[in-house]
């Protein structure tokens, strides 16, 4: 299999990807099922889900199931509201390295860019 470069070749700019660095693990319209999903990958988190609904049954439960779904809502808030901070300064940072000026050569000439 071979290979083929084009050096300066303005034809065949539009097939290569660019060269921005991304390591966000979401955006606003996947922020909620993807992290939903991740909480639930916690065998910890199934276990007190599969409990919370449980009590939602008022004859199996001598509590109210707000002292379960209460404490569950706050650690996922909790949780989620890290991951977004998390992943904000992931997008700071990386904004911060793609907006960093380089050095390109175009017809031999060295120029910052």
Known sequence: MQR?????DESCR???RDNRVSNTKYTLWNFLPKNLLEQFRRFMNQYFLLIACLQ???TITPVSPATTWGPLAIIFIVSASKEAW?????YLSDKKV??????????GIRRQV
């Open 4 to 8: 083929f470069v084009y050096i300066n």
């Open 14 to 16: 539009d097939s290569y």
């Open 56 to 58: 939602l049954w008022p």
């Open 86 to 90: 998390d992943d904000y300064n992931r």
């Open 98 to 107: 793609n907006e960093r000026r380089i050095w390109v050569v175009k017809d």
